[in-house]
Each structure stands twice: as C-alpha cells, then as structure tokens.
C-alpha cells in the first residue's frame, strides 16, 4: 500500500511545474495528504484555479506539517479518495465510453478536482485500466478463490453457486459490465486488454464449471462450455440489466432484493430444468 | 415543402444543388421513375445512421458524422431529415419497427398452433433478428442506460410492442398449463430474451476471446436449437434425479 503511494506519486512529482526540489516526493509526503496536494495546486499550476480550491487550502493548512510520516491516516485519505475517483470513472466511462469520456468530464461530473485526478493517474487510459481493476480485479480473484475452496461440493451445486455469484456480481457492480459491452463493441487494444486480463479468466471459471458439470455427465453436452455459459450468463445479465426499461415499461425496480432474488431462483429454475411443466410431453414440438 | 426550403436554406453543396434542381426542373425525378431510387436512398440514410448511433450514442453521432462515417451528403440527409431526433427516430422505425409488426401478423397466422409451439417459433425468429440487427439492438442496450426523453419514446414506441409478444406467448402457455407459472411473463421473457441474445451480442468478444465468428449460420443455428433444449428441458440430463441437490 505504502510503496504503491510512493509509486503513484513519483510521477506526478514529475508533471507538475514544480519549481523546486522537483523529485523530493518524500518531502511532499510527510504532511497530510489533502492539504498537501491543496498546497501543491495553490502555489503552483493554477491555471484554473477555482475560489473552491483556496477554501480546501485553509481546510488544509492549519494542519500543517507535522513531523515525521503520518502514513496511517494519510494512506486511509488517499484510499478513500482514490475509489472515489474511480467510482466517478466507472461511471462516466459507463455512460460515454472511453471516446467520448475525457478526465475533464470526470472531475466536471463527480466534483473532483482535474488535477487530482491527474495526480494519482498519468493519463485517460491509465484511469480507465485502473478503474476496470478496482471494478473487476478483487471480484473475480474472490471468486476464483472461494470457486477453490469449493471443490469438494458437486459440480452441478458448483455452478449453481458461480450462478447466483455471477447474478449478485452483476447487479452490484452495473457500470462495470456497461463499461464492457460498451468495449465489445469494437475491437481494439483495449478490448484486447480486457479480454486477456478480465473476460478470459471469468469465462475460464465458467466454461470450467460447465464443462466439469457436463464431463460428471450431469448437464447435456449438446453445445461446447463456452456456448452453453453464454446463455447461461444471458439468461442471469439481460433481466439485471434492463434496469431502466423495465422501469419504463413496468415500473418495476430490478434492484429491489425482492425481484432480484426471485430472478436468481428463476433462473436457476429455468436453466437446470426447464421452462416446461412437464418436459417428457412437450417433446413432441422439436 | 418545408425540407425543400431548407435544403435551399442549407446551399453550397452538389447534392442540395442537384435536389432543388430536380423540383425546380424535371418535377418528375422525385415522383413516378426517382420513387424508388428516392426510397433507395432514404434506406442507406437511414442504415448509416443506425450504424453511426450504435457506436457513438444519440449523443455522440451527429448528422455530420453519419455523413462523413458514410460517404452520404449531409446536405441529403438534411433533405430527408429535419434534425438528428427526426434521424434517429425514423432510423429505429426503419430498424425494428416493421420487424415487431411482420412478427406481430406472423404470430396471428398461427393461432391454430399450440401455445408452446408459437413461442418456439418466436424465439427462433427473435434469435434471428437479433443477428441481423446487431445495430438496432446495440441502440436499445445504449439507450438503456439512461432514463429519459429517448427512452421513453422508444420503449412506447417499439419497447412495449415487441415485449407484448413476448408476454402474451408466455401468458398464454402459462393458462394452458404448458410452462411453469411461478416466473411472471415479463420476468420470463427477460431470462428467455437473455439467453438468446447474449451469444449473438457478444459478438466481437467471442472473436476476440475464442477466435469464433457467432454470425455463421452453422454457429446461429446451434445456438437457436441450444436455447430451446436449455429453456424448454433445462440443462440437466436428470432433471428429476438432480433436484435433491437443488438446495445445497
């Protein structure tokens, strides 16, 4: 944690007009971390200086300069600061993609200062990776584990439990998954990006339960795992994801904890033995 | 009239010269012969612009850009269409609106047939459009996202209809006793919808990931016939023996 602060600052150090002590970010680093990057925009930069900012700086400045490294609290500060900014992203990237999202737009929408943002992340696509990780990163390493610590259950109740992970992931996490289809929509370096460090391991976890399950002899292998996972995972996304039209066209609110545990069970229901009341009659319509 | 008028308002290009020419001319050339050719062209407008809106937004497409995007006069565009909300509404009219009704006439000619059999054959034909109309369906996801004046316009206009289907297949298979009643309609169309879109929509992932292309009629057809086994008689080869493990 501590070493990664050090890292991230280190360029910014570099980026800002400085004029002394260019590359001391220790020096820096030693008062509390919002009023010292408040100080650091007040006396330098300022091109765009906002009355706001000196009122933060007043907050800031009374504070001044204990001695020695208040690393504790200052790391918690900069924890917090730094989800929130990539919260803002997350969202903002959402809505416009990563074209038609600048940092600009992020700090405009998410009151938060440009050149914060620019302190803890070199560039657009820097934020946007990061951002993608903080969404992403610890949900799949999570239930990659747990997926681990599960390999004694069978393999259908493995995968109806990677189900009702995948249905709760998704509808805790909407802009994320935006953020993806949104991606999907053309290729590209980024889209290669995330496929290899998000969408490969997710749909290996998938494809793996699936294909355990099939090899058990306990689901049908009419279509390959990967096939079968993406129905799978369609059947549990598009009703979560529907949110604002069926809001639009029912009035009903697919985030309540009431409609989304009847979807998970209904999906359950329906993707393990069909929508049928009584499959062997119906048989006849293939 | 008024798109005459304005396509002399909007001069300075070859295209507007040679539309005000035509009426002020040869009156004809937009009537009995140009008819055709004139629908011609409302087409490709319209196709490009829903190519345009399906990966830069309402927002982010423009008239210019559908234009420049390809290669149609921004004058003609003008000419045909008032602003980019006349564009983009008459763009999703063209794209699903006379789908939803075809499906629509098509599901009354089979009122003979039994109810679990007409919502097999609409979920074939959904799966199919779905892949025809990648950009129309991009559109709905991408309007999805917010709510607002586009969104309820297109949820009255094309959302509902479409979703009415849907729901009354369901309903009507339900009465019958045909398919489980637990799931409200809307709620099954949904979890139905989903698993017939998602491999189609994922597209340029599965290319990406997988190295396969989803557009092929082989990989289209295995997927239509997958969907059905997996919806009508669940994944599990004993449905009955597996329940015990239901609740584990």
Excluded at chain 1, 24 to 47: Q, W, Y
Excluded at chain 2, 201 to 228: F, P, Q, W
Aim: hydrophobic share 40%; glycine share 6%.
């Amino acid at each position: 944690m501590v070493q990664s602060r050090d890292c991230t600052f280190a360029g910014p150090c570099r980026r800002l007009p400085i004029s002394q002590s260019t590359d001391d970010c220790s020096e820096l680093d030693a008062v509390p971390f919002i009023g010292n990057r408040e100080n650091l925009l007040t006396s330098r930069s300022v091109s765009k200086a906002k009355p706001a900012r000196a009122a933060l700086q007043d907050q800031g400045a009374p504070k001044a300069k204990p001695r020695g490294r208040p690393r504790n609290s200052g790391a918690a500060d900069e924890g917090e600061t730094r989800k929130g900014i990539l919260d803002a992203a997350l969202k903002t990237f959402s809505l416009h993609g990563f074209g038609g999202a600048s940092i600009a737009d992020i700090a405009r929408q998410h009151p938060v200062s440009p050149t914060l943002i620019h302190y803890y992340f070199a560039n657009k696509e820097e934020l946007w990776r990061s951002a993608l990780e903080y969404g992403l990163g610890d949900v799949l390493r999570n239930l990659n584990e747990t997926m681990n610590d599960l390999t004694e259950f069978d393999s259908v109740s493995r995968l109806k439990f990677f189900i009702r992970r995948y249905i709760a992931i998704v509808a805790d996490r909407p802009e994320v998954f935006r953020v993806i289809i949104r991606e999907s929509e053309t290729r590209g370096p980024r889209l290669t990006w995330l496929s290899k460090k998000y969408l490969a391991p997710l749909y290996s976890l998938f494809t793996g339960l699936v294909e355990a399950a099939q090899k058990d002899g306990k689901i049908k292998s009419m279509v390959p795992p990967y096939h079968l996972s993406q129905i799978i995972a369609g059947a549990s996304y598009q009703f979560i994801a529907s949110r604002n039209r069926m809001l639009e066209a029912y009035g009903i609110d697919v985030l309540t904890k009431e409609v989304r545990d009847r979807h998970t069970n209904a999906v359950l229901e329906v993707l393990f033995t069909g929508i049928l009341t009584d499959p062997r009659g119906g048989e006849f319509d293939d | 009239m008024s798109r005459q008028h304005r396509t002399n308002v909007k001069s300075g290009s070859f295209r507007s010269a040679t539309a005000q020419g035509a009426t002020a001319h040869s009156p004809l050339r937009l009537h009995s012969p140009g008819a055709l050719e004139d629908r011609a062209r409302r087409r490709t407008i319209l196709n490009a612009a829903l190519k345009t809106f399906s990966v830069h937004g309402f927002s982010g497409g423009s008239i210019a850009k559908v234009a420049r995007n390809h290669g149609v006069s921004p004058a003609l565009i003008h000419y045909y269409f008032q602003n980019k909300s006349e564009l983009w509404r008459a763009a999703l009219e063209h794209g699903i609106g006379d789908v939803v009704r075809e499906l629509s006439d098509r599901l009354d000619d089979l009122t003979d047939l039994d109810s679990v059999t007409r919502l097999k054959f609409f979920i074939r034909r959904y799966i199919a459009i779905v892949a025809e109309r990648p950009e129309v369906f991009d559109i709905i996801t991408r309007e999805g996202e917010t709510a607002g004046p586009r969104l309820a316009w297109l949820t009255r206009q094309h959302l509902t209809p479409l979703y009415n289907l849907w729901t009354g297949l369901i309903e009507a298979a339900q009465a019958e006793g045909k398919i489980k009643a637990t799931i409200p309609p809307y709620h099954l169309s949904q979890i139905i919808a989903g698993a017939s879109y998602q491999f189609m929509a994922s597209l340029v992932r599965m290319r990406e990931v997988y190295g396969i292309d989803v557009s092929t009629k082989e990989l289209r057809d295995r997927h239509t016939n997958a969907v059905l086994d997996v919806l009508f008689a669940g994944m599990l080869t004993f449905p009955v023996e597996s329940r015990s493990s239901e609740n584990a």
